[in-house]
């Protein structure tokens, strides 16, 4: 078929999927790089006559031709197709009473501040059994799984049996601790001299980095020497394993002023200590 439009006549009951190509011109269309390719299309040919059998939870409904069935029994509805012809749809409704089902959902809360690593997860239920659907926000997670890791916030678990029936429950993921880092208070130094660098963490850090590195015995260390050659401020990140990251810094100042060392006595006994005279 060709045109915009396609009419099949006399399918046999059944379902049917369809595909189109569209292009610009007629001879691009059998060129892949330019042509469209349709989704799929269904199309289900129905019995003229045909039966629907369902099972609900109480207090829920079917629809069939506008009408809103929630009790048991068996309903007929006549439709018409558009050439005519009509069809009759029997539904054979059986409404399940709705258990007493009772779903403990319960939370942890992520491992520090912005981690999407919290959770919601099924803790215990009664008055039903698997299978059932373990549902987060509407979304399902699939079986068998009753646990999702969820950055922080509000959510709504739902446990859902074959029949419709649920119970729910809102419940709240916290944030963790934010990663706080600290290092030595600002401090001065003479030319030449080093300085340990040590930091505090409330988190377990897995990685660090000192900038800038120069002078840095250990720029990815949590704690290292420093040997600046003039005043210098130096800036520590750390990282936890889940991404939350945090920062200090520390100004060191270097005295260039010279200072001179006179000795008032040596030792020229060959010990090899303090055997010169020397200033320093």
């Not at 963490?201 to 660090?208: D, E, P």
């Amino acid at each position: 078929a060709t045109e915009r439009t396609h009419q099949i006549q006399q399918l046999a009951a059944g379902t049917y999927y369809f595909r189109y190509l569209y292009s610009n011109t007629i001879s691009s269309i059998d060129n892949p790089k330019c042509r469209i390719v349709s989704d799929a299309i269904l199309v289900e040919i129905v019995p003229v006559e045909f039966i629907i059998r369902d099972t609900l939870c109480e207090g829920m409904t079917v629809e069939l031709g506008g009408i809103e069935y929630g009790e048991t029994g068996i309903y007929q509805q006549l439709f018409t197709a558009s050439n005519g012809c009509d069809s009759l749809v029997t539904l054979d409704l059986v409404v399940f009473p709705d258990p007493p089902i009772i779903a403990d959902f319960d939370t942890r809360p992520t491992s520090c501040e912005g981690a999407d690593d919290g959770s919601v997860f099924l803790a215990s239920i009664s008055g039903t059994r698997p299978p059932f659907i373990f549902i987060i926000n509407d979304s399902i997670i699939p079986a068998p799984n009753t646990l999702i890791y969820v950055p922080a916030g509000t959510y709504t678990a739902r446990i859902e049996n074959e029949y419709g029936c649920f119970d729910e429950e809102v419940v709240i993921v916290e944030d963790g601790p934010p990663l706080e880092i600290k290092t030595n208070e600002d401090t001065t130094i003479v030319l030449g001299h080093s300085i340990l660098l040590t930091t505090q963490t409330n988190l377990v850090a897995s990685s660090a980095s000192w900038t800038p590195a120069t002078g840095v015995e250990c720029p990815i260390c949590l704690s290292t020497y420093v040997t600046p050659l003039e005043d210098q401020t130096y800036v520590i990140e750390a990282m936890t394993e889940d991404g939350c990251s945090d920062m200090d810094s520390i100004t060191i100042r270097v005295d260039r002023t010279p200072v001179l060392y006179v000795p008032n006595v040596f030792s020229p006994n060959g010990d090899q200590v303090n055997d010169y005279f020397s200033v320093t």
